[in-house]
Nanobody, 120 residues
Framework: QVKLVESGGGLVQPGGSLKLTCVAS????????MAWYRRTAGEQRDLVGV??????SYADSVKGRFTISGDTAKNTVFLEINALKPEDTAIYYC???????????????WGQGTQVTVSA
């Protein structure tokens, strides 16, 4: 079993910055990729970006203000958000595809989410 735990959310003023952290733990042989999603009130969960190894890619809607990075040795991924806008208010979820054994093709795991609220 693998567990993902996000942290770093909170209340931020417009224009501010925030850094979210997601740590994967448990029975991990290989993390194939890690990703961040977000869900605004009443909306579906949308992809923010993915990191494979040290190479991130982003949804077009967040390019320029969002930065994903990782520490593979610590099974950790970060999401930095700059110039926060009220429309960035959402629950941010960590996602990972993880192989627990050499025979495992990989399974998807989700964190519990962390709330980010952008408001004056």
């Amino acid at each position: 079993q693998v567990k993902l735990v996000e942290s770093g959310g909170g209340l931020v003023q417009p224009g501010g910055s925030l850094k979210l952290t997601c740590v994967a733990s448990g029975h991990i042989f290989e993390i194939q990729n890690m990703a961040w999603y977000r869900r605004t009130a009443g909306e579906q969960r949308d992809l923010v970006g993915v990191i494979r190894g040290e190479v991130p890619s982003y949804a077009d809607s967040v390019k320029g203000r969002f930065t994903i990075s990782g520490d593979t040795a610590k099974n950790t991924v970060f999401l930095e958000i700059n110039a926060l806008k009220p429309e960035d208010t959402a629950i941010y979820y960590c996602h990972a595809n993880v192989r627990s054994t050499t025979a495992d093709n990989g399974r998807m795991y989700w964190g519990q989410g962390t709330q980010v609220t952008v408001s004056a």
